[in-house]
């Protein structure tokens, strides 16, 4: 069945550091594939897209690429601040649902 | 305002009682879901409705009910069976093929 797989956390950072989450899935065929964030108490809101290979999802300085070779969505941010410290879902389309990784936690200090 | 409506934010359950959580959306989407959220554990797939009238069983749907009566609603039982019910519920919906979106979700603790 299908899969996400993503970096356990927490990942600690600096403001204004870079930032990688690695995100890898298992899927049969061509899934579209997300970021979600989550703040404390709260549901989940979706952060950025991509529903083809090579395709790039941007939103509020965050990027992930659609990486069919490697089955990889990692997502990247230049520089990070402190309204960014959240939990952090990578997610994939499945035929039916959509199924998302464990969550990593990023906390950002000043 | 479109959107997805759960209801209510806190519950609490005593030992032995069914509680019923609610969901409710007018985004005119197809499919509504139920995921638990358990710390560390990410959001697991209890039960989801592509149509009105049918709904499928997800990884953990033991020890839980669900009706789709009406499109915009898509409430859940968490009944007795359920023997570890404490948890964050997260109610979302979607068209067929596209991405989620999400209620603020209800934190259920048995007391």
């Known amino acids: 069945g299908d899969s996400v797989t993503q970096m356990e956390g927490p990942v600690t950072l600096s403001e204004e550091a870079f930032l990688t989450i690695n995100c890898t899935y298992t899927?049969?065929?061509?899934?579209?594939l997300f970021w979600y964030v989550q703040y404390p108490g709260e549901g989940l809101q979706l952060l950025l897209k991509?529903?083809?290979?090579?395709d790039k999802g941007s939103n509020k300085g965050f990027e992930a690429t659609y990486r069919k070779e490697t089955t990889s969505f990692h997502l990247e941010k230049g520089s990070v601040q402190v309204s960014d410290s959240a939990v952090y879902f990578c997610?994939?389309?499945?035929?039916?649902?959509?199924?998302f990784g464990k969550g990593t936690m990023l906390l950002v200090s000043p | 305002d479109g959107g997805i409506t759960q209801s209510p934010k806190y519950l609490f359950r005593k030992e032995g009682q069914n509680v019923t959580l609610s969901c409710e959306q007018n985004?005119?989407?197809?499919?509504m879901y139920w995921y638990r959220q358990d710390p560390g554990q990410g959001l697991r797939l209890i039960y989801y409705?592509?149509?009105?009238?049918?709904?499928q069983k997800g990884d953990i749907a033991e020890g839980y009910s669900v009706s789709r009566e009406k499109k915009e609603s898509f409430p859940l039982t968490v009944t007795s069976a359920q023997k570890n019910p404490t948890a964050f519920y997260l109610c979302?919906?979607?068209?067929?093929?596209?991405?989620?979106?999400f209620g603020q979700g209800t934190r259920l603790t048995v007391v």
């Open positions: 979302a919906s979607s068209t067929q093929d596209s991405e989620a979106f």
């Open positions: 899927a049969t065929g061509y899934p579209s």
């Open positions: 991509a529903t083809k290979a090579d």
């Open positions: 997610a994939l389309r499945g035929y039916s649902t959509l199924t």
């Open positions: 985004l005119n989407h197809d499919a």
């Open positions: 409705s592509q149509i009105v009238n049918d709904f």
